[in-house]
């Protein structure tokens, strides 16, 4: 018998006019800051169910993930932020037997912190990779990578209703039978190792990673939801700090304009000469 996964579903429905991100065919991403900017993204490379994209990152900003819901069914998101499944904080390896969070069909949904409890999170932000959540682990193997994988319910027939669904909206946290062990919520980060990240530190400054800011409150309810077995899309964002995306010839950074120096600092300008 098929296990139901464990999982999560943080829903807020809006209207969105413009959505700059990655859109893929189930669902669409893109990364907001605080202040409403959403990450420029840059795409390289597209598979079927592969879409790899560039972002741009700034030192400091608190940042949330934004995903709709594209598909006309309910949907279970794996999110990992370097590498990390924001849910439980373990590595994540994109698998549906993970912690998930549920959207609704054609359902919004923000993702804002390392998950730490029912009703709380720890807020996201760019920082140097040394002190990162991430780091915090030792472990740097998808140090900034935020990763989407879109997991379709399985289909089952339902008999007909004799009257509609209700239409009010709820806020739901995770799980099915056997969803007791909801403990498995993001840990703290270790305390620093100051000799390894002392060492590392110099080279990781030019990499970005992502903080465990402060804490915020953010309720969720436990639901019953069964995934597909394979994802249906799978999308990464690499997010970089601006110098990083020039260096790698992933946008174009223009070296400042070359100005010639005034011709009369050249010239040596003397008085005329006066007869005594």
């Not at 990578?145 to 319910?153: F, K, L």
Request: glycine letters at 8%.
């Amino acid at each position: 018998m098929k296990t139901i996964a464990t999982s999560i579903l943080a829903v807020l429905l809006c209207t969105v006019n413009v959505w700059a991100g990655s859109v893929g065919e189930s669902v669409e991403v893109r990364i907001v800051t605080d202040d409403g900017r959403t990450l420029p993204t840059y795409p390289v490379k597209t598979k079927r169910a592969l879409k790899k994209v560039y972002a741009e990152a700034v030192k400091g900003d608190h940042y949330r993930i934004e995903v709709r819901n594209r598909l006309n069914r309910r949907v279970g998101l794996v999110i990992a932020v370097d590498g990390r499944n924001i849910i439980s904080g373990e590595k994540s390896w994109l698998k549906s037997s993970e912690r998930m969070y549920i959207l609704e069909p054609y359902g919004f949904g923000e993702f804002a912190g390392w998950r730490t409890g029912q009703d709380r999170i720890n807020r996201f932000y760019f920082t140097d990779v040394p002190d990162s959540y991430a780091a915090a682990f030792g472990d740097e193997s998808a140090m900034g990578v935020i990763t989407v994988a879109a997991y379709p319910e399985v289909r089952r027939y339902l008999p007909p209703v004799s009257q509609a669904a209700p239409s009010f909206q709820r806020r739901y946290e995770g799980g099915g039978p056997g969803a007791a062990d909801r403990a498995a919520a993001a840990p703290a980060p270790p305390a620093a190792r100051s000799e390894k990240k002392a060492a590392k530190a110099e080279q990781a400054l030019e990499s970005a990673g992502t903080g465990y800011g402060h804490e915020e409150y953010s309720p969720v309810e436990t639901v019953a939801f069964e995934p597909e077995s394979r994802a249906a899309e799978t999308i990464h964002l690499k997010y970089e700090w601006r110098k990083t995306l020039c260096r790698l010839g992933v946008v174009r950074c223009e070296a400042p304009p070359f100005r010639p120096p005034n011709r009369l600092s050249l010239i040596h300008i003397s008085e005329p000469t006066r007869p005594y």
